[in-house]
């Protein structure tokens, strides 16, 4: 519980509330998990209106610092995951680079043929075969993404279902392809209602949708991936450098 709040301090109630609470999660002081008291509590301790509280929780929820469940109160929400746009890293190779235990549940698998979209992305003409895999992305077991993968038949005539919850840039790269490079583009959005069933979410929870186009070193695309992140345990992080 806040210990004080200045009624007389030129700081708004809520804002003082919202950053004394952000700053015992910083700190330590209130850990992953724990359950705060709710609104009606913080207005009786302080003497002040439970609308002023609202805004200060809210402020911290939009934030990522806390998680509400609908009938169970508000809880310090788990640290974000702060992922580093630099290199080329499969998912796998980036959580156990965070000291995380990564995991693949393959929701779907086939092969079907390409409609011109996708077959414009992946540079093969339109009705190739191509793999199409539905992935839920965990990390300590916990969801973190949902993913549609595409690739071209031809390129993993070996990709089976096995192998599709494993990393398949570990498996492309035993097959003997070399990675390159690959392109990505960023879209805030709400999630959908299988993206909210297969993360834990509310269907107005937000999600970082990305598009991800991967080429061989050849230049070839090898795959495109459409995914959706939970919006409350992501950060993207990228580093700049001026061009002279």
């Known amino acids: 519980m806040?210990?004080?709040?200045?009624?007389?301090?030129?700081?708004?109630?809520?804002?003082?509330?919202?950053?004394?609470?952000?700053?015992?999660?910083?700190?330590?002081?209130?850990?992953?998990?724990?359950?705060?008291?709710?609104?009606?509590?913080?207005?009786?301790?302080?003497?002040?209106?439970?609308?002023?509280?609202?805004?200060a929780i809210s402020n911290l929820v939009n934030a990522g610092y806390l998680i509400r469940q609908k009938g169970r109160g508000t809880f310090v929400a788990?640290?974000?995951?702060?992922?580093?746009?630099?290199?080329?890293?499969?998912?796998s190779e980036e959580m156990e680079?965070?000291?995380?235990?990564?995991?693949s549940e393959l929701l779907s698998y086939q092969t079907i043929a390409a409609e011109m979209t996708i077959a414009n992305k992946l540079g093969i003409r339109e009705g190739a075969k191509i793999y199409e895999l539905k992935r839920l992305r965990i990390a300590n077991e916990q969801p973190l993404a949902l993913e549609t993968v595409y690739i071209p038949e031809q390129l993993l005539p070996g990709l089976n279902q096995d192998v599709a919850i494993t990393s398949l840039y570990a498996?492309?790269?035993?097959?003997?392809?070399?990675?390159?490079?690959?392109?990505?583009?960023?879209?805030?959005?709400?999630?959908t209602k299988e993206e909210a069933q297969h993360l834990g979410l509310s269907v107005s929870s937000p999600v970082?949708?990305?598009?991800?186009?991967?080429?061989?070193?050849?230049?070839?695309?090898?795959?495109?991936?459409?995914?959706?992140?939970?919006?409350?345990?992501?950060?993207?992080?990228v580093e700049m450098e001026r061009q002279r």
């Open 171 to 191: 498996f492309a790269e035993a097959s003997g392809l070399n990675l390159g490079r690959a392109s990505q583009t960023f879209e805030s959005r709400l999630a």
């Open 78 to 91: 788990n640290k974000k995951i702060v992922m580093q746009l630099s290199g080329l890293t499969s998912f």
């Open 2 to 55: 806040i210990q004080h709040i200045n009624k007389n301090s030129p700081l708004p109630i809520y804002y003082q509330i919202e950053a004394a609470l952000k700053q015992q999660i910083e700190e330590g002081l209130l850990q992953p998990g724990d359950l705060i008291p709710s609104e009606r509590e913080f207005a009786e301790a302080h003497q002040i209106s439970r609308m002023t509280v609202r805004q």
């Open 97 to 103: 680079h965070l000291g995380l235990e990564p995991a």
């Open 208 to 237: 970082l949708s990305v598009e991800q186009l991967t080429f061989l070193a050849t230049d070839q695309p090898f795959e495109y991936v459409i995914s959706a992140y939970r919006g409350d345990r992501y950060t993207f992080t």
